[in-house]
């Protein structure tokens, strides 16, 4: 199979380089190793199933004065979206022993902003950008060689088969640290690699908690949902009804990934259960459903070097790729954006630098 670029990763960013590409009548192939798109956007129902009006166990926010790249992305897109519910007091818990206290907090500017329906909703409208045969699901890339024309790249399925395609350019929409997992004939530069493996993946140290209510009865009593607890097990809590009015809280925890692994699911479900009630009154012990996402376990999303810290990426402008790979090689991924790495906004913002850089070299190739 020969295609002009071929794109590793199917979340946001490469799914923006995607449609950058087809409108500009670019020949591509998008390869995601799951068995769906999105990466860490992922929007689900109660159940845990991926659904078209879901909670978002990723990134959720995004804030259009201050990240213009995805504002345009959404209002190019046309989708609904509304502010992040701050009304009401927020709750503060120095220590367990110690009575929670409220206060009022000053108007908060800009507002979060989120998109109705979840997250999701952002992956499956750029899907629909560009013939569903131009991705490719469940391949994940385990080598890439260098030709004297075109780059090869071995990917394996689901059940194991390996197969391989031929690509002119070659864009990694996925975390750095994935990236320097796969092989690379001749080998990229030790300093490049060793730069991708120190640069940290976004969320990918961490949970996300939810509570499904019948209601968001916090809101009753005069509190946003917004709670921060030096306590825990929950560090920040906040609310996560979506504009459809099916209410929920969510909560980061600040137990750690080796903790969270000992502790088991159903122990750190239950404490988080306990701390909500502690702080928003005893209907938090009475939710409809629990989600717990701890993307340190997904292996799609998390290395061994991301178990532990959870220090947010540094942007640069530096190159991500020096050597014989230079002018065939492209990352498009969030965390190696120049602005906003590791955000959603981040992921479009590389995503288009990376398109163009590809589009550049095109042009040079086919004028020369």
């Not at 390869?31 to 078209?52: F, H, K, W």
């Not at 965390?335 to 959603?344: N, R």
């Amino acid at each position: 199979m020969e295609t002009k670029v071929a794109i590793i990763g199917g979340g946001l960013a490469g799914l923006c380089a995607g449609k950058l590409l087809h409108s500009a009548g670019i020949n591509f192939l998008l390869l995601e190793a799951r068995e769906r798109l999105g990466g860490r956007i992922l929007s689900v129902d109660q159940n845990g199933s991926p659904s078209e009006d879901g909670f978002d166990l990723g990134p959720s926010w995004f804030w259009p004065e201050m990240q213009p790249a995805i504002g345009a992305v959404v209002k190019d897109l046309g989708l609904d979206t509304f502010p992040q519910h701050g009304e009401g007091d927020v709750i503060f818990q120095r220590m367990s022993r110690e009575t929670p206290w409220r206060y009022r907090p000053t108007q908060q500017e800009p507002w979060s902003m989120r998109i109705a329906g979840g997250a999701g909703t952002l992956v499956r409208a750029l899907g629909k950008k560009f013939p569903p045969e131009r991705i490719l699901l469940g391949a994940r890339v385990e080598r890439v060689k260098l030709g004297s024309t075109y780059s090869t790249l071995t990917y394996s399925m689901t059940d194991g088969a390996e197969q391989g395609i031929v690509a002119e350019q070659v864009i990694a929409a996925i975390p750095p640290r994935l990236l320097a997992e796969i092989s690379f004939s001749p080998s990229m530069d030790a300093a490049d690699i060793d730069r991708w493996r120190a640069t940290p993946t976004w969320m990918a140290p961490h949970a996300k908690f939810f509570a499904v209510y019948d209601r968001p009865f916090w809101r009753e009593a005069g509190l946003s949902g917004t709670a921060q607890s030096l306590a825990g097990p929950l560090a920040e809590i906040h609310d996560a009804t979506t504009a459809s009015g099916k209410a929920a809280l969510f909560g980061f925890p600040a137990v750690g990934a080796d903790a969270r692994l000992a502790m088991g699911e159903a122990a750190l479900k239950r404490a988080c259960l306990d701390q909500l009630a502690r702080l928003f009154g005893p209907e938090a012990l009475e939710p409809q459903a629990t989600l717990l996402k701890d993307w340190a376990a997904d292996p799609l999303t998390a290395t061994a070097q991301d178990q532990s810290g959870g220090e947010h990426p540094h942007p640069s402008a530096e190159p991500w790729v020096t050597g014989v790979w230079r002018e065939r090689f492209s990352l498009g991924g969030s965390e190696t954006s120049p602005v906003e790495p590791g955000y959603m906004a981040g992921a479009v913002v590389a995503a288009e630098r990376a398109v163009a850089e590809v589009m550049q070299r095109l042009d040079q190739v086919h004028s020369a």
